[in-house]
Each structure stands twice: as C-alpha cells, then as structure tokens.
Nanobody, 123 residues
Framework: QVQLVESGGGLVQAGGSLRLSCAASGRTFSSYTMGWFRQAPGKEREFVARISYSGSSTYYADSVKGRFTISRDNARNTVDLQMNSLKPEDTAVYFC????????????????WGQGTQVTVSS
C-alpha cells in the first residue's frame, strides 16, 4: 500500500518554471514505477512522465519532452517533476501515481494516486 501527496503547484506566467513533488509513504517505495499525469477541465487524464523503480529509465509525453524532467529519490521516498518553459496549455491538475506493474502511459495500470495539485500557467 502506498499513499501519495503532491505539492508545489501554483500560478506561473508562460515561460516560467515550477517544481512538483510527490511524497510517498511506505517502506517499499523503491519497488514502484512512478508516473505523473495531468487533467485539464473537460478533458481526460493524460500521461506526462514516468520513471522506473530504480530511476534508471524515464519516458515522457511528446508534449513535454525537453521541457519537463522527472526524477526520484528512493532514500527520501519522493518523486519530482521539474517543469520549465511552461505554456498555458500545461494548465491542469497534476497527479502522481504508483504501480508495480509494467506500465507507461495508461492511467488504469497505476494502482495508487495522489489527490492532485493545481498548475495554472497564464499567458
């Protein structure tokens, strides 16, 4: 069982940066693949980034590649999402998620979710 709590959201101007953090409870955090997803009003939840349990492998949605960086610290049970060059279309609620299954972009393959943190990018 893993409990996830996101933080770091807020309001930023286009071109700015934010760093989201997700704190996980539990002693087996290092056995979970972690993902970040986002959901804008009226839209489906979409994949943003994913990092393997060891941190050695990452994967990004095309829309954020080169601008966002996912990282994790297994000693501190945290996974971060550094977001640079933010655009108004990045505005959404951002969720972190955890799974022990082989998962990449499909939300239904992630078993544990945080409550989300709002990111708003003004133009």
């Amino acid at each position: 069982q893993v409990q996830l709590v996101e933080s770091g959201g807020g309001l930023v101007q286009a071109g700015g940066s934010l760093r989201l953090s997700c704190a996980a409870s539990g002693r087996t955090f290092s056995s979970y693949t972690m993902g970040w997803f986002r959901q804008a009003p009226g839209k489906e939840r979409e994949f943003v980034a994913r990092i393997s349990y060891s941190g050695s492998s990452t994967y990004y949605a095309d829309s954020v590649k080169g601008r966002f960086t996912i990282s994790r610290d297994n000693a501190r049970n945290t996974v971060d999402l550094q977001m640079n060059s933010l655009k108004p279309e990045d505005t959404a609620v951002y969720f972190c998620a955890a799974t022990q299954r082989l998962a990449y972009v499909t939300p239904s393959l992630y078993d544990y979710w945080g409550q989300g943190t709002q990111v708003t990018v003004s133009s």
